[in-house]
């Protein structure tokens, strides 16, 4: 059974920075990409950053680049969100993902296994 299982979300002000992480079990980490999404209130959810299996290719969402960096440690199986400067559009649920594939996507239907979220707030 494969799980994902995001940490390190809170509540920030506003140009803070805060680090989230994702373990993973379950399934072969290293051969997949792996992805971060976040859905705000009353919004759908969109993607946010993704990584290859390799840490080769990174894609980021325009509305965070300069600010996130993704990465991962494949003899940890973990995935990191590092988020700088952040603002309070920031807020919301943050999901990471695990691909069918071993390139980076950003559509969510190319994701295979999601967690359960972290919450990330910012206030202004």
């Known amino acids: 059974q494969v799980q994902l299982v995001e940490s390190g979300g809170g509540l920030v002000q506003a140009g803070g920075s805060l680090r989230l992480s994702c373990a993973a079990s379950g399934r072969t980490f290293s051969r997949y990409a792996m992805g971060w999404f976040r859905q705000a209130p009353g919004q759908e959810r969109s993607f946010v950053a993704g990584?290859?299996?390799?840490?080769?290719?990174?894609y980021y969402a325009d509305s965070v680049k300069g600010r996130f960096t993704i990465s991962r440690d494949n003899a940890k199986n973990t995935v990191y969100l590092q988020m700088n400067s952040l603002k309070p559009e920031d807020t919301a649920v943050y999901y990471c993902?695990?691909?069918?594939?071993?390139?980076?996507?950003?559509?969510?239907?190319?994701?295979?296994?999601w967690g359960q979220g972290t919450q990330v707030t910012v206030s202004s």
């Open positions: 993902a695990s691909s069918h594939s071993s390139d980076v996507y950003s559509y969510q239907y190319q994701y295979a296994y």
């Open positions: 990584i290859s299996w390799n840490s080769i290719s990174t």
